[in-house]
């Protein structure tokens, strides 16, 4: 059975950092790429951060604009956990964060992820 269990959350003030944890089970993890997806209030969900399936496109990462040089994907293929290391973090980026998983995955669009964590909430706030 496929799980996603992110962790990590919480209430940051603006500049500082979060590490978010997305723990996988049921899969190997290698083989599936892994999203990071966030949904504002009112907005629609969008894509943060994707890392895709190592057979495939050996690790390729994407990045959304509005976080390039701020986020970090990483996965630890032997703890079969990704996370996402934010930095400077800014109010717009208030979201509920979900990862989600492709088997032999390589693209972050949304509708491509079959399978979706229940999402953590981060809020940038002072």
């Known amino acids: 059975q496929v799980q996603l269990v992110e962790s990590g959350g919480g209430l940051v003030q603006p500049g500082g950092s979060l590490r978010l944890s997305c723990a996988t089970s049921?899969?190997?993890?290698?083989?599936?790429?892994i999203g990071w997806f966030r949904q504002a209030p009112g907005k629609e969900r969008e894509g943060v951060s994707c890392s895709s399936a190592s057979p495939t496109s050996r690790g390729r990462t994407y990045y959304a604009d509005s976080v390039k040089g701020r986020f970090t994907i990483s996965r630890d293929n032997a703890k079969n956990t990704v996370y996402l290391q934010m930095n400077s973090l800014k109010p717009e980026d208030t979201a509920v964060y979900y990862c989600?998983?492709?088997?032999?995955?390589?693209?972050?669009?949304?509708?491509?992820?079959?399978?979706w964590g229940q999402g953590t909430q981060v809020t940038v706030s002072s």
């Open positions: 989600a998983a492709e088997v032999l995955g390589s693209s972050c669009t949304e509708s491509d992820y079959d399978y």
């Open positions: 049921g899969f190997t993890l290698d083989h599936y790429a």
